[in-house]
């Protein structure tokens, strides 16, 4: 009597899920889930919960998977509009942590409104030119970076340069698949190479010194060189096959700061060794493969520049993630997908997943 209610749940329980993506990311939350928990070792709370982050994320990519691109639209303005308003907020009433204004409280609950702009900010543009697709002008463009710049602005002021970079290599790469002439990315990028004296005088202290302790860590190695220092002694005592689980010194010893958040991969590569990374790498790859691959079929403007935009967005967090922790690039506040213990920032991921599940799923329905 159960058996075709049972059936009719299973299949209602995956529709509009995509299977490639789901197993995929479930790998890579497994992987997440025990580095946390020998990075927490001696505290079991950061590791259920991240469990729970987990839970509530899925919840939400699932809700978000459901919804048509036509309906994801709707979204874009409010959404958007919304993200601003929290941002300014964060200036008037924001709780300062380190010297920062990130976040805002209401009592029973924190939120760092910056994360929602990783969404709003490429669902709006994406809105925006699926509006204008059938005559997109020059005049179109230029609009589309003040849209941009304006939470990215916002981000960056208070100050959380990897929450701004984020943002903005998000919204330039839904401009980019909208079309943006080559002529002008060339420009652009003449343009701010010319702006870099002017721009290193915008940056706080802190983050200058980032900056040039990445050409030489030593120069300042108990203070801005001490992240690099510690994380590439991690990831170069792992060797081959790496520690073994739990077996990390450099860890267990708490050398490696924020070692269950931004530096995550330290941890992982340490008692995972090379072959691990490689492992980890090609996960991320095939992530990236599978998003692409959506892109390349979706039906409408807004579908594949929304698609691609997220795609992208996955490998900024893991190059930069993964570049700045091997000392590569300068120190920002930048997790690495679902390895890093976070809340907000885990359930952006989750949810920028959703959408690609979205634009897979749905796009039969809307295909002209």
């Known amino acids: 009597m159960l058996q075709p209610y049972f059936y009719r749940f299973r299949a209602r329980l995956v529709e509009h899920i995509d299977g490639p993506l789901l197993l995929i990311t479930s790998l890579l939350m497994l992987a997440g889930l025990a580095t946390v928990f020998s990075a927490t070792y001696d505290s079991n709370n950061r590791t259920l919960s991240q469990l729970g982050n987990m839970v509530v994320g899925l919840v939400v990519m699932w809700n978000v998977a459901q919804l048509p691109p036509q309906k994801l639209m709707r979204f874009a303005v409010p959404l958007y509009v919304l993200g601003v308003i929290l941002l300014i907020m964060v200036?008037?009433?924001?709780?300062?942590?380190?010297?920062?204004?990130?976040?805002?409280?209401?009592?029973?609950?924190?939120?760092?409104p910056s994360e929602i702009l990783k969404i709003a900010t490429p669902l709006m543009l994406a809105w925006y030119f699926q509006k204008y697709e059938v005559a997109l002008k020059f005049r179109h463009f230029v609009i589309a970076v003040l849209i941009l710049l304006l939470p990215f602005g916002l981000i960056a002021k208070q100050p959380d340069l990897g929450t701004a970079i984020l943002v903005g290599a998000a919204g330039f790469y839904v401009i980019f698949f909208a079309g943006l002439p080559w002529k002008v990315i060339a420009g652009l990028v003449l343009a701010g190479a010319s702006a870099a004296p002017f721009i290193w005088t915008l940056l706080h202290d802190y983050q200058r010194k980032r900056i040039l302790t990445l050409i030489d860590p030593s120069t300042d190695p108990l203070g801005s060189g001490y992240h690099i220092?510690?994380?590439?002694?991690?990831?170069?005592?792992?060797?081959?096959?790496?520690?073994?689980?739990?077996?990390?010194?450099?860890?267990?010893?708490?050398?490696?700061?924020?070692?269950?958040?931004?530096?995550?991969?330290?941890?992982?590569?340490?008692?995972?060794?090379?072959?691990?990374?490689?492992?980890?790498v090609l996960l991320y790859l095939m992530l990236i493969a599978r998003g692409l691959l959506i892109t390349a079929n979706a039906s409408t403007l807004f579908a594949r520049v929304m698609g691609g935009s997220i795609t992208l967005s996955f490998f900024t967090y893991v190059f930069v993630n993964m570049g700045m922790v091997s000392g590569i690039l300068p120190v920002v506040g930048i997790p690495l997908p679902f390895l890093s213990y976070g809340g907000t920032a885990l359930v952006t991921l989750f949810c920028g997943l959703g959408i690609l599940m979205s634009i897979h799923s749905h796009r039969m329905l809307v295909k002209k």
């Open 91 to 112: 200036f008037l009433f924001g709780i300062k942590v380190n010297g920062a204004k990130r976040w805002l409280s209401f009592g029973f609950m924190r939120i760092q």
């Open 229 to 280: 220092i510690q994380s590439t002694i991690a990831i170069g005592s792992g060797g081959g096959f790496g520690k073994g689980w739990l077996e990390g010194t450099q860890t267990h010893l708490e050398f490696i700061p924020e070692r269950h958040t931004d530096f995550i991969f330290a941890v992982f590569s340490e008692e995972r060794g090379l072959l691990g990374n490689c492992i980890l």
